[in-house]
């Protein structure tokens, strides 16, 4: 794993005030760290299942709700309009997403259900600026949908990484073929995860290896 942060991007480089509301939206390594996410008892097993299932490229997001027992109730990806990179833009994508997707949990008094967040982008492994809004982004929309802020995963051609973890691999990458669901060196059982549209259809998890 390499660490450090990626250089800022030109599009970063705006006016001060700007630039100053646009950094308090976003979430640093340390931060994100400190914030107590759950870890993901299998995560390549859900890489790998997300992969398979949205075929992501660069600048796309894959947005996924798991249930208590980390199975996928429900995904939907998006590709990130080219502007410059800010939580609060990205809270509202993905929680119009979410909205679309599955019923918010609001009344619980407890969270039972988690969204994790895969963005397949150029460049390599270290955080970048643009890793850090999404955290922030995902953070509040879990808030606002009644959900438990779960994992980021960024997928580049070096392969996928859980940031704040140092868990990651070279497959899939984002220049990886998708997999045809169900594939695999063993199957777990058959989900039925909505997508954007609100239809349902098979999906096999295999197990990571």
Do not use: K
């Not at 299942?49 to 490229?57: F, K």
């Not at 997707?101 to 270290?126: F, N, Q, S, W």
């Amino acid at each position: 794993m390499t660490l450090g942060f990626a250089p800022p991007t030109a599009a970063s480089l705006r006016s001060p005030s700007e630039s100053t509301n646009r950094l308090a939206r976003i979430l640093e390594p340390a931060e994100w760290a400190a914030a107590g996410i759950p870890l993901l008892s299998n995560p390549r097993e859900v890489v790998g299942g997300l992969h398979s299932r949205h075929t992501p490229t660069p600048s796309m997001a894959v947005l996924a709700v798991l249930d208590h027992e980390e199975r996928i109730a429900a995904s939907a990806s998006f590709v990130r309009r080219p502007t410059p990179a800010d939580g609060w833009e990205f809270r509202n994508a993905l929680l119009a997403h979410l909205r679309r997707v599955i019923p918010h949990d609001l009344r619980r008094r407890t969270p039972v259900r988690t969204a994790v967040l895969m963005y397949c982008r150029e460049g390599d492994e270290r955080w970048t600026e643009e890793d850090g809004a999404w955290m922030w982004g995902l953070r509040d929309a879990c808030t606002l949908h009644g959900l438990r802020c779960g994992a980021y995963i960024t997928l580049t051609r070096a392969g996928w990484q859980v940031l704040g973890e140092g868990r990651g691999g070279r497959r899939p990458s984002s220049d990886s073929l998708a997999l045809p669901l169900g594939e695999g060196p063993a199957e777990l059982g058959r989900l039925t995860p909505r997508t954007a549209s609100g239809a349902t259809e098979p999906l096999r998890r295999a197990a990571a290896r």
